[in-house]
């Protein structure tokens, strides 16, 4: 606040300063426990009740709307307070249209509604800071403040504040106070705050979306509340904490000091900075091109007279695409472009320049005499130089533009961010090319450079010439000489700007690299390491930043990816970090030390404002959580329940708590709306925490048999189950040729059996949108039906597509690639690719297998095939060529399981099971066992790995090969297939006659094992 009235701010701190002193009196002389002073608290809130003046019921009180309250003139003037203020002066305006909205007299709870503008600075609104700051703190505070601003007469006010950043990213946080004073009755004041996601929402929804949440402001009631200051519950925060619903829905939080976790990621990042990513088969890099999203990294490469062009993922580096090649020394590329977005490649050789799009040759041109091809991918742009004249190609049409305004010029440098240019012509002239306005400024003769690069957001200029390097500075319009702690030890060869840190790095013949600050060009370190292994002959010089402060650089030998940043840097970042967590930002920030213990259920009465004013009823418990994260409160914070479950039990009843080594367990039992005591959530940011959460299922913590498939209806045995990718469908194939195919969903639920085939059906797939169904016969047939399932129809559900015929023997797994391409493996022991939009024939084989080969998985991440066979061997192929690339030796009757989402494959060899990373090649685990299993299964993202037996199922942690726990099982023998539910929530067991599902959440905490 720029000033307060001093009189009366002086009255609210004395009349604060006094009540902390009377609570300090009030205290015994021992210290009391957090917990149990919370529920004194609690106690003393309920008795409050009864002498508290009623704000639902507040007929004859006079209501202000104080608003919208804002912290800063530029804050006033943003999209989100202007829309506030519309809504607040409809309110005072259109009280009987209110009325409508709301489904009830809001009018006619108060005598008059009046807006009053708030005004920074204002000594009129000089306690608006101290309620602020008191928020959910004691609210006999916040009832004093208002007896010295107010008086005691007969009034009500309440006042908003609205989160403008929030506004702009399509969320609406709206919080504020209110108060309420009638003769014969206390002051009763509150705090609340509202949250609604709305994007990709217009304005007007937005503003409407407010004008309710306003009125529910207006018209819900005031609970009585308990404070307690989070930072002393925070102490407790050594475990992990489980919460099971009363409806079986469960949910872990782990609570995390975030200047601990800032503290271990300093030492992991300095750690980090000597260590560097080897990207194999990139030796003899000539050049790069890295596209806009960083995923994919264009290498041209000359080595023994071969020049090769591939294209390799960032996201999985064993993913490595031949995109051109020349075998002969008569052609060799010099630069290679990819464009994701448009499936485009842009290569330059020293005879040609071509453009190819989805293989097809848009563009070939005589290129003796082009080079500095540069592109603004956002654009779909490419320029380059022919001879001395520039020019522009449109990458989607293909067409080319001579840039004549240019003139003849001898070298251009685009700012991949801005897409403005600078050129020299050949006379020397150095001109900048506004894109934007496609204005061409001279700027300096008699320019000599062997290199440039224009930089990012300042639009700057490095340039180089011999061991010297120079920064144009566009808005000094005056170049300024690179400050280096000592002179380059040879020639500078290359340059490179980042792309989101305001750095250059320039490098040497020799090898040698620095690093510069991009404001005043000093230099900020010379980067350790050996980077003298160039050939000149073959090698480029390479150097270029990534976006997450790392760089590639190489030549000679293979590429190499290593952090950029130093630890002074760390360190500087990390302490204004620190700052910020450590210090609040303003005084609508010091509420969030405060959280609310309601002291009484929400009232009916508000649920009934709640769905008339935004059409949500209140009939299952996601629409109930829905309400509670609009009020920004929570059913039972985990925390403070299992530091005082009796408090809890005396409020809503039906709470137990158990310890189970490092978890405390909060079972709750199920509550009526009429019994829905809350929390308000704390702000996690400002307390310096952040709080991982964790959905374990809908059946509990403890594993067990939740459900049996209905079985009562088969009329034949089962031979296998495929479960949909989302987990919405599973489809049943039966002896008899038929298939049952039903809906998991809670919403839609349908079962119906339709027959496939003559004989008994040996598999199942569906394609990931559910819009296809394969399946395979021992009649020797493949069949791809067409699903119709939103809405579901029984007569017009399904229809045959295609059928694929020819194949000999039985077809044992299936699997989708695309909607065009099916995967078959089966006992001719070979994995069959079938073109299933066009040829309906087999597209490609890939042999190698001596045995019949039980499945196949298709990873479109690394686009492999991972097949596992009878013959005691796991193979990977590669699908475009048909290829092995590798192979892993199991042992008779072993039993594996991918899982595509992690890239894990898991298999058991000798009374092992192995767990690999095929993106990265590392072995993950490798778990010893008793005795074979029937089968295995990856879960939680490959953390956990359950071993499945006739009478149990063993579970070990993969990274620590720990056995976890076994779970017994009865009545289970025979079980010929199992698989993980898509969410590794549920594992499914099967055996001829019925299937059984068992929750086992409880083994998804070790997806949060990695805590500190």
Same mark, same amino acid.
């Given at each position: 606040?720029?000033?307060?009235?001093?009189?009366?701010?002086?009255?609210?701190?004395?009349?604060?300063?006094?009540?902390?002193?009377?609570?300090?009196?009030?205290?015994?002389?021992?210290?009391?426990?957090?917990?149990?002073?919370?529920?004194?608290?609690?106690?003393?809130?309920?008795?409050?009740?009864? #002498?508290?003046?009623?704000?639902? =019921?507040?007929?004859?009180?006079?209501?202000?709307?104080?608003?919208?309250?804002?912290?800063?003139?530029?804050?006033?003037?943003?999209?989100?307070?202007?829309?506030?203020?519309?809504?607040?002066?409809?309110?005072?305006?259109?009280?009987?249209?209110?009325?409508?909205?709301?489904?009830?007299?809001?009018?006619?709870?108060?005598?008059?509604?009046?807006?009053?503008?708030?005004?920074?600075?204002?000594?009129?609104? @000089?306690?608006?800071?101290?309620? %602020?700051?008191?928020?959910?703190?004691?609210?006999?505070?916040?009832?004093?403040?208002?007896?010295?601003?107010?008086?005691?007469?007969?009034?009500?006010?309440?006042?908003?504040?609205?989160?403008?950043?929030?506004?702009?990213? $399509?969320?609406?946080?709206?919080?504020?106070?209110?108060?309420?004073?009638?003769?014969?009755?206390?002051? *009763?004041?509150?705090?609340?705050?509202?949250?609604?996601?709305?994007?990709?929402?217009?304005?007007?929804?937005?503003?409407?979306?407010?004008?309710?949440?306003?009125?529910?402001?207006?018209?819900?009631?005031?609970?009585?509340?308990?404070?307690?200051?989070?930072?002393?519950?925070?102490?407790?925060?050594?475990?992990?904490?489980?919460?099971?619903?009363?409806? $079986?829905?469960?949910?872990?939080?782990?609570?995390?000091?975030?200047?601990?976790?800032? +503290? =271990?990621?300093?030492?992991?990042?300095?750690?980090?900075?000597?260590?560097?990513? !080897?990207?194999?088969?990139?030796?003899?890099?000539?050049?790069?091109?890295?596209?806009?999203?960083?995923?994919?990294?264009?290498?041209?490469?000359?080595?023994?007279?071969?020049?090769?062009?591939?294209?390799?993922?960032?996201? *999985? #580096? =064993?993913?490595?695409?031949?995109?051109?090649?020349?075998?002969?020394?008569?052609?060799?590329?010099?630069?290679?472009?990819?464009?994701?977005?448009?499936?485009?490649?842009?290569?330059?050789?020293?005879?040609?320049?071509?453009?190819?799009?989805?293989?097809?040759?848009?563009?070939?041109?005589?290129?003796?005499?082009?080079?500095?091809?540069?592109?603004?991918? @956002?654009?779909?742009?490419?320029?380059?130089?022919?001879?001395?004249?520039?020019?522009?190609?449109?990458?989607?049409?293909?067409?080319?533009?001579?840039?004549?305004?240019?003139?003849?010029?001898?070298?251009?440098?685009?700012?991949?961010?801005?897409?403005?240019?600078?050129?020299?012509?050949?006379?020397?002239?150095?001109?900048?090319?506004?894109?934007?306005?496609?204005?061409?400024?001279?700027?300096?003769?008699?320019?000599?450079?062997?290199?440039?690069?224009?930089?990012?957001?300042?639009?700057?200029?490095?340039?180089?010439?011999?061991?010297?390097?120079?920064?144009?500075?566009?808005?000094?319009?005056?170049?300024?000489?690179?400050?280096?702690?000592?002179?380059?030890? $040879?020639? !500078?060869?290359?340059?490179?700007?980042?792309?989101?840190?305001?750095?250059?790095?320039?490098?040497?013949?020799?090898?040698?690299?620095?690093?510069?600050?991009?404001?005043?060009?000093?230099?900020?370190?010379?980067?350790?390491?050996?980077?003298?292994?160039?050939?000149?002959?073959?090698?480029?010089?390479?150097?270029?930043?990534?976006?997450?402060?790392?760089?590639?650089?190489?030549?000679?030998?293979?590429?190499?990816?290593?952090?950029?940043?130093?630890?002074?840097?760390?360190?500087?970042?990390?302490?204004?970090?620190?700052?910020?967590?450590?210090?609040?930002?303003?005084?609508?920030?010091?509420?969030? !030390?405060?959280?609310?213990?309601?002291?009484?259920?929400?009232?009916?009465?508000?649920?009934?404002?709640?769905?008339?004013?935004?059409?949500?009823?209140?009939?299952?418990?996601?629409?109930?959580?829905?309400?509670?994260?609009?009020?920004?409160?929570?059913?039972?914070?985990?925390?403070?329940?299992?530091?005082?479950?009796?408090?809890?039990?005396?409020?809503?009843?039906?709470?137990?708590?158990?310890?189970?080594?490092?978890?405390?367990?909060?079972?709750?039992?199920?509550?009526?709306?009429? =019994?829905?005591?809350?929390?308000?959530?704390?702000?996690?940011?400002?307390?310096?925490?952040?709080?991982?959460?964790?959905?374990?299922?809908?059946?509990?913590?403890?594993?067990?048999?939740?459900?049996?498939?209905?079985?009562?209806?088969?009329?034949? &045995?089962?031979?296998?189950?495929?479960?949909?990718?989302?987990?919405?469908?599973?489809?049943?194939?039966?002896? *008899?040729?038929?298939?049952?195919?039903?809906?998991?969903?809670?919403?839609?639920?349908?079962?119906?059996? %339709?027959?496939?085939?003559?004989?008994?059906?040996?598999?199942?797939?569906?394609?990931?949108?559910?819009?296809?169904?394969?399946?395979?016969?021992?009649?020797?047939?493949?069949?791809?039906?067409?699903?119709?399932?939103?809405?579901?129809?029984?007569?017009?559900?399904?229809?045959?597509?295609?059928?694929?015929?020819?194949?000999?023997?039985?077809?044992?797994?299936?699997?989708?690639?695309?909607? +065009?391409?099916?995967?078959?493996?089966?006992?001719?022991?070979?994995?069959?690719?079938?073109?299933?939009?066009?040829?309906?024939?087999?597209?490609?084989?890939?042999?190698?297998?001596?045995?019949?080969?039980?499945?196949?998985?298709?990873?479109?991440?690394?686009?492999?095939?991972?097949?596992?066979?009878?013959?005691?061997?796991?193979?990977?192929?590669?699908?475009?060529?048909?290829?092995?690339?590798?192979?892993?030796?199991?042992?008779?009757?072993?039993?594996?399981?991918?899982?595509?989402?992690?890239?894990?494959?898991?298999?058991?060899?000798?009374?092992?099971?192995?767990?690999?990373?095929?993106?990265?090649?590392?072995?993950?685990?490798?778990?010893?066992?008793? +005795?074979?299993?029937?089968?295995?299964?990856?879960?939680?993202?490959?953390?956990?790995?359950?071993?499945?037996?006739? +009478?149990? !199922?063993?579970?070990?942690?993969?990274?620590?090969?720990?056995?976890?726990? &076994?779970?017994?099982?009865?009545?289970?023998?025979?079980?010929?297939?199992?698989?993980?539910?898509?969410?590794?929530?549920?594992?499914?067991?099967?055996?001829?006659?019925?299937?059984?599902?068992?929750?086992?959440?409880?083994?998804?905490? %070790?997806?949060?094992?990695?805590?500190?």
């Amino acid at each position: 606040m720029s000033r307060f009235n001093f009189k009366t701010l002086t009255m609210i701190l004395s009349a604060l300063a006094l009540m902390a002193c009377n609570a300090t009196q009030e205290k015994p002389s021992k210290t009391v426990n957090v917990f149990d002073e919370l529920e004194q608290k609690v106690i003393i809130a309920q008795g409050a009740k009864e #002498t508290s003046t009623n704000w639902a =019921n507040a007929k004859g009180a006079s209501l202000s709307l104080v608003g919208p309250i804002y912290q800063t003139g530029l804050e006033k003037r943003s999209a989100a307070n202007k829309a506030l203020t519309k809504v607040i002066s409809y309110i005072q305006d259109n009280p009987k249209k209110l009325d409508l909205l709301a489904k009830r007299s809001i009018s006619g709870q108060f005598s008059t509604i009046t807006a009053k503008e708030f005004v920074l600075g204002n000594d009129e609104f @000089s306690y608006v800071p101290a309620i %602020f700051n008191v928020g959910y703190g004691d609210e006999t505070a916040l009832n004093s403040v208002f007896d010295l601003v107010q008086g005691r007469g007969n009034d009500a006010e309440i006042g908003f504040y609205i989160d403008a950043q929030a506004w702009q990213q $399509g969320r609406i946080h709206l919080q504020g106070y209110k108060t309420i004073k009638r003769k014969g009755k206390d002051r *009763n004041s509150t705090w609340f705050t509202y949250r609604l996601e709305l994007k990709d929402q217009d304005n007007k929804a937005k503003i409407d979306a407010l004008l309710r949440m306003s009125l529910y402001a207006l018209g819900s009631d005031i609970r009585e509340f308990a404070s307690i200051n989070r930072d002393a519950v925070m102490q407790f925060n050594d475990k992990d904490y489980v919460v099971e619903r009363g409806n $079986g829905d469960t949910h872990a939080f782990v609570y995390q000091d975030r200047v601990k976790l800032i +503290d =271990n990621e300093i030492e992991a990042k300095i750690n980090a900075l000597d260590k560097e990513r !080897i990207l194999n088969k990139t030796a003899y890099a000539r050049s790069i091109h890295l596209d806009q999203s960083q995923s994919y990294l264009m290498v041209n490469t000359l080595q023994d007279y071969e020049s090769k062009v591939s294209l390799l993922s960032l996201k *999985n #580096t =064993n993913q490595n695409t031949l995109m051109w090649e020349s075998k002969q020394w008569d052609e060799f590329a010099k630069q290679a472009f990819y464009l994701p977005n448009i499936n485009s490649q842009l290569i330059l050789t020293d005879k040609r320049l071509m453009l190819k799009k989805q293989g097809k040759v848009l563009l070939e041109r005589q290129a003796d005499a082009i080079h500095s091809v540069q592109l603004v991918e @956002s654009k779909n742009q490419a320029y380059f130089i022919d001879g001395t004249i520039a020019y522009a190609l449109d990458l989607n049409s293909a067409k080319l533009k001579p840039l004549t305004a240019f003139g003849q010029i001898d070298k251009l440098s685009l700012n991949p961010k801005s897409a403005n240019m600078y050129v020299i012509s050949t006379s020397g002239m150095l001109s900048f090319f506004d894109i934007k306005n496609q204005r061409l400024s001279p700027i300096k003769s008699g320019m000599s450079v062997s290199g440039m690069q224009a930089c990012g957001d300042s639009d700057n200029l490095l340039y180089w010439q011999g061991s010297q390097a120079y920064v144009f500075d566009k808005n000094a319009q005056q170049s300024l000489a690179v400050k280096a702690s000592s002179p380059f030890s $040879g020639d !500078i060869v290359t340059g490179t700007c980042a792309l989101n840190e305001n750095k250059f790095m320039l490098m040497t013949k020799t090898g040698e690299i620095r690093q510069f600050d991009g404001t005043d060009f000093t230099e900020i370190t010379l980067m350790p390491g050996t980077y003298d292994a160039y050939d000149t002959l073959n090698s480029g010089f390479i150097i270029q930043y990534l976006s997450n402060n790392e760089f590639i650089y190489g030549g000679k030998e293979n590429l190499k990816i290593r952090p950029s940043t130093t630890e002074s840097e760390i360190r500087l970042d990390y302490q204004k970090r620190l700052g910020k967590i450590n210090s609040a930002r303003s005084w609508l920030d010091k509420s969030s !030390i405060h959280q609310a213990v309601f002291a009484e259920p929400i009232p009916k009465s508000d649920m009934n404002l709640y769905q008339a004013l935004f059409s949500n009823k209140l009939e299952t418990s996601v629409q109930t959580q829905a309400y509670l994260t609009f009020l920004n409160e929570e059913q039972a914070d985990p925390l403070l329940v299992a530091n005082k479950p009796s408090l809890f039990n005396a409020l809503s009843g039906g709470v137990s708590v158990f310890e189970d080594g490092n978890i405390m367990l909060v079972k709750q039992g199920s509550l009526e709306p009429d =019994n829905l005591y809350t929390t308000s959530i704390p702000n996690w940011e400002h307390l310096g925490f952040k709080v991982d959460s964790l959905y374990l299922g809908s059946q509990g913590f403890e594993p067990k048999v939740y459900k049996e498939l209905d079985n009562a209806q088969l009329t034949s &045995d089962i031979v296998s189950m495929t479960i949909a990718s989302n987990g919405e469908y599973l489809v049943t194939s039966l002896t *008899n040729g038929e298939i049952i195919f039903e809906s998991l969903s809670d919403t839609g639920r349908f079962k119906e059996t %339709f027959s496939v085939h003559d004989t008994q059906v040996t598999t199942t797939a569906l394609s990931s949108n559910n819009q296809l169904l394969a399946t395979a016969g021992k009649d020797g047939l493949i069949k791809i039906w067409r699903l119709n399932l939103n809405p579901m129809n029984e007569d017009s559900w399904i229809r045959l597509e295609t059928e694929l015929k020819g194949y000999a023997g039985n077809v044992l797994d299936l699997a989708f690639m695309s909607d +065009d391409l099916l995967i078959s493996t089966g006992t001719d022991q070979t994995v069959k690719l079938w073109d299933i939009k066009n040829s309906n024939r087999v597209q490609a084989e890939m042999l190698g297998h001596t045995d019949s080969i039980q499945f196949a998985r298709y990873d479109d991440s690394l686009n492999i095939i991972i097949s596992s066979s009878d013959d005691a061997s796991i193979r990977i192929w590669n699908p475009d060529t048909a290829e092995q690339i590798k192979s892993f030796k199991t042992s008779s009757h072993s039993v594996s399981d991918y899982d595509v989402a992690a890239n894990l494959l898991a298999y058991t060899q000798n009374q092992l099971i192995w767990v690999k990373n095929l993106a990265s090649g590392n072995t993950l685990g490798k778990v010893a066992l008793s +005795d074979e299993p029937l089968a295995v299964e990856l879960g939680v993202n490959g953390q956990v790995v359950y071993a499945i037996y006739p +009478d149990r !199922i063993s579970v070990f942690h993969v990274s620590s090969n720990e056995h976890i726990n &076994d779970i017994n099982l009865t009545n289970q023998n025979q079980i010929k297939q199992v698989f993980s539910s898509f969410d590794a929530h549920d594992l499914y067991l099967m055996t001829n006659q019925e299937a059984s599902v068992i929750n086992m959440g409880k083994y998804a905490l %070790f997806g949060l094992d990695n805590v500190y």
